[in-house]
């Protein structure tokens, strides 16, 4: 095979790419990943041993995080951005040996793994060796599934570090523990307990990234707040911003105001419209499109250009009208999209190129009117904290169902739209992440006034909902999370929704079903132990389903 990935849900065949990525990704991209993850895990060798002894590794901190974020699904597709970043992390560890010698540091020259020792190679050379370091490099099954687990976890965490690293909030000891992880996957005999400990360790530290960001995005923009976010089009140019970052979305805000052209949400980016920083700016007009999948339709009809500051892209096709109206910036990298340069320290990104692009195109032509509502963050929905359990105490809530992550492409994924419809009326849908697309505009009323569909944000506001059931359960008393008239019906994607599934695991929250299918790269083992110990499980029938959630 040319190449193997398994990282997100739709692996071809429910076990791996072997010729193209089903996201879109060749052969050699997907390679030159698996040669950034391992020049990550050399370069986390040193960081994480010069860490130990008190030496400042923030720079080599700052690259595993973004390089690793650049090799989440959808994120980046720029052969020469990765190459790039693989040379960067070359020169780095020539740096941190030097620090190593320097602060005589010893380390025993046997146990230094070949990803450490990685030179200055040239991109052929590089090219050559990825054939030889990727996923099938690990050839017992238990080991690869609790090492990617792993691996998974980490680049989640590293995603939702970065976000809020941009916004000036940094935890070391998160960093600390990204250097751990990646050196461990590197241990030929590492046992499967220490490595199932690992995992769960990287729940903890999810719980803390996560918590990290919301402290970010709060302390900055404020607490979300229920609001209507407008559907419909206005007559001015726009620009679609796509992606995860506030920051970014901040300094485009504030560089197109009083220029006539407005700002439109896509996809993750809905949530942002939550946040009382925002509301300030007349001209961001509302949320376009739906999901990131849908994205070929949408860009095509919104006419202006699109802005990526993180995943969830999708390779435009050949002939796609839009295909020159790309922009990325961050980790995010298309090939021949104009990639807009990181800020400088304390400084804000340059989208002037962007903005003038915009006043030369024609508005948004419409593809749907109203508005949808959401802003159910933790702090929200602790203010109704009163009106909640009175309806729960009072039957008019039976339950509450989890229904946070990703949404996708797959046509199985229409289950989660019929799960939603045919919910009992008694319930109430907590959700966070692009799944909610599959059922935030359905007419699915409310309770008491209570809105049948509770939007917590993004995908990293997954949080949010673990904060509010920790809140009810201290609140009705109970010593268990798992006494809580909530059940988790879960879609996943990519990594970021591993790292939230392993918080929720830490968290001590049992009997998630997953889907719309198990992750290939558990194995059957490590798949029966996340059975025995959590309760995972998968999908049915919607009616199945309902019936043994909601009794």
């Known amino acids: 095979m040319s190449m193997f990935c398994f990282q997100c849900q739709e692996a071809a065949k429910g ?37 130990k002894h008190g030496v400042d590794t923030s720079e080599f901190d700052k690259y595993v995080m973004n390089s690793l974020f650049k090799t989440i699904t959808n994120v980046n597709f720029d052969k020469k951005a990765i190459m790039q970043s693989i040379h960067e992390g070359l020169a780095l560890k020539r740096k941190a040996r030097t620090l190593i010698s320097k602060n005589a540091i010893q380390l025993d020259e046997n146990t230094i793994p070949e990803c450490a020792k990685w030179e200055a190679f040239t991109d052929i050379e590089i090219e050559r060796k990825a054939a030889h370091v990727g996923v099938l490099s690990e050839p017992n099954e238990d080991i690869r599934s609790l090492k990617e687990l792993l691996l998974y976890g980490v680049k989640g965490m590293a995603a939702y570090t970065e976000h809020a690293y941009n916004l000036g909030h940094i935890n070391n000891n998160i960093f600390e523990f990204m250097h751990k992880a990646l050196l461990s996957t590197l241990k030929e005999d590492i046992t499967i307990n220490e490595l199932f400990d690992l995992v769960m360790e990287c729940g903890k530290y999810g719980v803390e990234a996560m918590a990290l960001l919301d402290k970010a995005h709060t302390s900055r923009y404020g607490n979300p707040e229920i609001t209507k976010v407008n559907i419909g089009v206005r007559n001015n140019p726009g620009i679609l911003i796509s992606g995860h970052d506030l920051r970014d979305l901040e300094d485009l805000l504030e560089q197109t105001e009083g220029t006539g052209v407005d700002v439109y949400t896509h996809s993750e980016m809905l949530p942002a419209h939550y946040y009382p920083a925002f509301k300030k700016y007349k001209h961001f007009a509302g949320n376009y499109g739906s999901s990131w999948w849908h994205q070929r339709d949408d860009f095509e009809k919104f006419n202006g250009p699109i802005l990526f500051t993180t995943n969830c892209i999708v390779p435009p096709l050949p002939n796609a009208p839009y295909k020159d109206k790309i922009y990325t910036t961050g980790q995010a990298g298309l090939e021949g999209a104009i990639h807009i340069p990181d800020r400088t320290d304390n400084g804000k990104k340059d989208f002037s190129v962007i903005i003038e692009h915009a006043k030369r195109c024609a508005a948004p032509t419409p593809i749907e009117e109203g508005e949808i509502i959401g802003g159910f963050a933790h702090e929200q929905v602790l203010a109704l904290a009163d009106k909640v359990i009175d309806a729960v105490k009072s039957g008019a809530i039976r339950k509450f169902v989890v229904m946070a992550g990703c949404d996708g492409r797959l046509k199985e994924r229409e289950y989660y739209s019929e799960f939603a419809k045919k919910l009992p009326h008694d319930t109430v849908i907590l959700t966070a992440g692009c799944a909610k697309y599959r059922y935030n505009k359905l007419p699915l009323g409310d309770i008491n006034g209570i809105p049948r569909v509770l939007d917590a944000g993004q995908c990293n506001d997954s949080y949010s909902l673990a904060v509010i059931a920790l809140k009810l359960k201290e609140a009705f008393g109970l010593e268990d999370i798992n006494q809580l008239p909530i059940v988790y019906n879960i879609a996943w994607y990519e990594q970021k929704a591993v790292i939230v599934l392993l918080a ?34 998968g999908i049915s029938t919607v009616e199945n389903d309902i019936k043994q959630m909601i009794n």
């Open 15 to 51: 076990t791996g790419c072997t010729l193209n990525g089903v996201c879109g990704k060749k052969e050699e991209l997907a390679n030159e990943m698996d040669a950034l993850s391992y020049t990550c895990k050399g370069l986390s060798f040193y960081a994480y041993h010069l860490k």
């Open 504 to 537: 929720l695991l830490y968290l001590g929250v049992k009997n998630i079903h997953l889907g719309p299918t198990l992750p290939a790269f558990l194995s059957p083992n490590v798949a029966n132990i996340l059975v025995e110990k959590f309760g995972i499980g």
